[in-house]
């Protein structure tokens, strides 16, 4: 192979990358209680990921400031969550910053008609992620501009991630475990 | 070449100019694509409005290849459900394993011997290679290529030998295990390992003098899906995709987990935000997959396997021995040359309550896997974040204003793997 | 070509420069394209003509499932339904077992659905008597489900052959 083989066009130099800095713990908790929003600390998760809790009315405002504010940043949402915790729902977001590489999960408990404020307007990224929640945990969040089912069937009933979910068909196996 | 600061944020809305000046009535004409069209890798739908040739609006259908991989996580214990993980993404199943094996190490703490590591980091390499070398084949294919196909499967074929020799699979491996790998690497794996490493560059020139410069992939990819930074952050959109719009954003570099803090490696970005760069991207990352292999090769701690087998049952034996005879002398073992962190009895293994969530950078993007677990052998809830699951999702916006013959070749330069979109 | 074709700096004439050259490189990179396939033709086949010709397997191959025994042909399975707590398929390995009169384990039934079978070596890690393994067979289709449904003397490699599985992977049972 002669030298004209070679990529056109090699890509240029990597730029050099930071590493991911280590953040104060409860860093994102205090940033938002200076703002005056009340913040639940959870500690931090099994890798050291920092968890707060938030109510549905502060969400978006503390979502703005978390996503805007320069030393937070965190302007990619990577993964939303729904949990049935029996007595009742919650929604896990994890998001990330491109800037500063840090990250931060936020749970939000849903009301007793499982209801949840919709991240849309902050992160866009949540549009799929909140789809699936609704059709496989049944959290209805309010504000997203399509809430329908994505993986399932549109005339399913019921929601399957459901700890109290049963299906009748005897070919499924989880309903003996 | 157009700069990044060059493309406006706003491009995607008003792309090629392909307002269609008729002078008669036209209606919009919906096409419906899949589920089962050759192109999209697996079963997806998408319905499409077209107006004459150009895509006016798209809605992607999922959920065909839905088998309930969470469910089934909340119904098994952890280790009956680790062989399905490999399911759930099949192309490059090791970076689903890993990070579910991350995630209970973590919340287990269970320390991971540095040779594991440099396994494990060995197989997730020749992994992305795999990975990347069923895409160059099938993306081409998609454009009409049918050569380069053949050529990548060839290659492909060989690493999936080097998999059977260490794992005894091809593609389902159900290789590593909490705090560990199932198996110590056989005599001789390192050497076919370093003889591909050493002949794969030449293979992939060849691919590239094939492809690359190519008038018609050129005419078809420059220029087209044009996805701006702002525009991948919107979506969620990781990976190859987002490291073509000059973001250099590789997990591997930025949260460093297993071994990659010690490995010289480059993040190969582009600045075009186009089909091209995309394409060039994953190229380059092979080459540095390759570079990556050579230093873990290198730097494995025992070496190869076959000496150390033989050093670890002599070791067992002398322990043995010494007990009874203190004038037995064992030779030297190194914490690092272990195969297991932490002996662990499957049939009863049960992590203690907690929470743990783990991101690896998989050949599509940022792959994740969210584990609570509740104190029995059962995990109380297990997410998984496929990269395509996102990916897909910017495709309807991407595509609008686009021809409908562009689609495939969008659509391909994404690398959406159904199975990992469903789960 | 227009009157000003010796002129390179006028910007008419800079974009047909571009054009010739990207119709140059084009016939230049598929020129080179077809010589690269041509490379390819006195090269070895890397495909084998199975069945005429076998693929030599791997050490660890996982393959179709097996008993192995003792090497005087008596039972070495125990029936103590580790395999069957880990198998991620539902009811694949079903085994019945009682004791003797001297307390020993006999094992009376052990089926292994190999149509449902996911080749994960999962019974083969946790079996604590090193006795389900995996052979390297891989032909295993047949013309119905229930003649996939493996019962304990298809499953029973006799005492010679589960000697010589032993040797060819290197393996010092635990039990024997």
Not at chain 2, 170 to 184: A, E, I, P, S
Not at chain 2, 276 to 295: F, N
Not at chain 2, 363 to 384: E, F
């Amino acid at each position: 192979m002669n030298e004209e083989n070679k990529t056109p066009e090699q890509a240029p130099e990597a730029e050099v990358i930071e590493t991911t800095p280590a953040i104060p713990a409860g860093f994102f908790g205090a940033l938002l209680e200076s703002k005056g929003i009340a913040v639940e600390h959870l500690g931090n998760d099994a890798k050291g990921t920092e968890i707060i809790r938030l109510t549905a009315e502060a969400i978006l405002k503390a979502g703005e400031l978390l996503k805007g504010d320069a030393s937070s940043k965190l302007d990619m949402l990577l993964l939303v969550t729904g949990i049935d915790w029996k007595t009742h729902r919650e929604s896990v977001y994890h998001l990330y910053s491109t800037v500063h590489y840090h990250s931060l999960i936020i749970k939000i408990v849903a009301d007793a008609n499982d209801t949840s404020p919709s991240l849309y307007p902050v992160w866009p990224a949540v549009d799929w992620h909140e789809r699936e929640a609704y059709d496989l945990m049944g959290i209805h969040y309010e504000g997203h501009p399509d809430l329908r089912r994505i993986l399932m069937p549109t005339y399913w009933l019921g929601h399957p991630l459901r700890k109290d979910y049963k299906e009748e068909d005897p070919r499924l196996v989880w309903n003996r475990r | 070449m157009m700069s990044v600061k060059e493309l406006n944020p706003e491009l995607q809305s008003n792309l090629p100019g392909v307002s269609i000046e008729t002078g008669f009535d036209t209606n919009d004409l919906v096409v419906n694509i899949g589920p089962q069209h050759p192109s999209t890798h697996g079963v997806l739908r998408l319905v499409t409005t077209l107006n004459g040739e150009v895509v006016k609006e798209m809605e992607p259908v999922i959920g065909y290849l839905h088998r309930s991989k969470e469910k089934m996580g909340e119904s098994r214990s952890l280790f009956q459900y680790q062989p399905t993980i490999d399911r759930v993404e099949y192309l490059s199943s090791f970076y689903d394993h890993l990070v579910f094996v991350n995630c209970i190490e973590q919340i287990a703490d269970i320390p991971v011997p540095k040779r594991v590591e440099y396994i494990r980091v060995i197989c997730l390499e020749l992994n992305r290679i795999t990975s990347h070398l069923l895409w160059f084949g099938t993306f081409l294919l998609d454009l009409g290529a049918s050569t380069p196909f053949f050529w990548c499967f060839r290659d492909r074929e060989e690493v999936f030998t080097i998999f059977e020799n260490l794992t005894g699979a091809r593609m389902m491996y159900n290789y590593f295990r909490f705090g560990g790998v199932n198996n110590d690497i056989p005599a001789g794996w390192l050497e076919e390992v370093r003889a591909f490493c050493n002949h794969f560059p030449d293979r992939l020139d060849e691919y590239e003098a094939v492809a690359t410069k190519n008038p018609i992939v050129m005419d078809r990819t420059k220029g087209h899906g044009i996805m701006a930074k702002e525009f991948c952050l919107k979506y969620g959109v990781t990976g190859p995709a987002l490291r073509a719009t000059g973001e250099a954003l590789d997990l591997r570099k930025t949260n460093p987990y297993s071994v990659y803090s010690e490995l010289d490696f480059d993040v190969p970005t582009r600045t075009e935000c186009d089909t091209y760069a995309r394409y060039l991207v994953r190229v380059q990352e092979m080459r540095e997959s390759i570079k990556i292999i050579k230093q873990c090769i290198d730097k494995i701690p025992g070496g190869d396997g076959g000496a150390l087998a033989i050093l670890k049952k002599e070791v067992e034996v002398k322990t043995k021995e010494a007990k009874k005879n203190p004038e037995i002398v064992v030779p030297h073992w190194d914490k690092d040359w272990d195969t297991m962190g932490k002996k662990i009895n499957l049939l009863t293994y049960k992590p203690p309550a907690g929470e743990a969530s783990n991101f690896v950078e998989s050949p599509r993007g940022v792959l994740g896997c969210y584990i609570i677990t509740d104190g029995t052998p059962k995990a109380y809830r297990i997410k998984w974040r496929g990269a395509s699951f996102s990916n897909l999702s910017a495709l309807p916006e991407l595509m609008k204003g686009h021809m409908y013959s562009d689609l495939m070749a969008i659509f391909g330069s994404l690398d959406v793997i159904m199975p990992e979109v469903d789960r | 070509m227009s009157n000003h074709s010796h002129d390179a700096q006028h910007p008419l004439n800079a974009i047909e420069h571009a054009e010739g050259n990207v119709v140059l490189e084009g016939i230049k990179a598929i020129a080179q394209g077809f010589a690269t396939v041509l490379k390819h033709h006195p090269r070895e086949a890397v495909t084998l003509e199975y069945p005429e010709v076998m693929p030599e397997l791997s050490d660890r191959f996982h393959g179709r499932l097996s008993l192995l025994s003792k090497s005087d042909d008596t039972d070495l399975c125990i029936g103590c339904q580790a395999c069957a707590r880990v198998c991620p398929c539902d009811d694949l390995i079903q085994i019945d077992m009682h004791r003797d009169d001297d307390k020993k384990p006999v094992v009376t039934r052990f089926t292994i659905d190999m149509g449902r079978c996911i080749f994960c070596g999962n019974c083969t890690e946790v079996c604590p008597v090193d006795c389900i393994k995996m052979l390297s067979d891989f032909e295993l289709a047949d013309y119905s489900r229930e003649a996939l449904v493996l019962d304990k003397k298809d499953l029973t490699l006799s005492g010679q052959e589960s000697d010589e599985w032993r040797a060819k992977r290197g393996y010092t049972p635990t039990v024997l």
